[in-house]
């Protein structure tokens, strides 16, 4: 387990994406995340399904990322291969046969406060997937992202589905 405290990571950072300088703030302490996980195997675990727009942020940034070739990262989850509900619990078994001690950065979309939409929160720990629309499903990573796509709190399902 990485040491948060010897990191100065707070315990969560939001940043809108239209604001450079929080972004560059969430950039740095992601990227100190990334280097104290060093030896261990970075792995980027991206879930959605882009059967559901406002559920694609995970897809969209696991193909982005993967089309990067980034050294030292490996990527899970893409427009191709996502990870979803349905195959979260199989993904994570496999990672975990496969992979010794891996550092997961979990990323999803999430809804939340109207103020909030277009943020992106980075925050130590594991991420509940599925929390927003009320699913069971395993907690995951040692630090998470989400993307803030849409107001939370009414008919979760419908509000995903019709988020551009």
């Known amino acids: 387990m990485i040491n948060l405290a010897a990191l100065s990571v707070p315990p969560k950072i ?13 950039e ?22 882009d059967r559901s727009t406002g559920d694609s942020l995970g897809p969209l940034t696991g193909t982005h990322l ?3 070739n980034l050294p030292r990262l490996e990527v899970w989850g893409n427009l ?3 990870v ?14 496969n992979i010794q001690n891996p550092f997961i950065l979990a990323v999803d979309a ?14 130590p720990g ?12 395993p907690a995951v990573g040692e630090f998470h992202l989400t993307g803030i796509v849409n107001i939370g709190g009414f008919m979760e399902y419908m509000v995903l589905q019709n988020t551009r």
Do not use: M, W
Not at 14 to 26: G, M, N, T, V
Not at 28 to 49: E, W
Not at 126 to 137: D, N, S, T
């Open 80 to 82: 191709d291969q996502p």
């Open 84 to 97: 979803h509900a349905a195959n979260l619990g199989e993904r994570l078994n496999h990672i975990y046969e």
């Open 126 to 137: 594991p991420l509940k997937p599925g929390a927003g629309v009320h699913k069971e499903l």
């Open 14 to 26: 939001k940043a809108h994406i239209d604001d450079r300088f929080e972004s560059a703030r969430l």
């Open 28 to 49: 740095s302490r992601l990227k100190d995340a990334f280097r104290n996980a060093h030896p261990r195997p970075v792995l980027v675990l991206c879930i959605g399904t």
């Open 110 to 123: 999430c809804l939340g406060r109207q103020d909030a939409i277009g943020c992106l929160t980075l925050a």
């Open 66 to 68: 993967s089309r990067l």
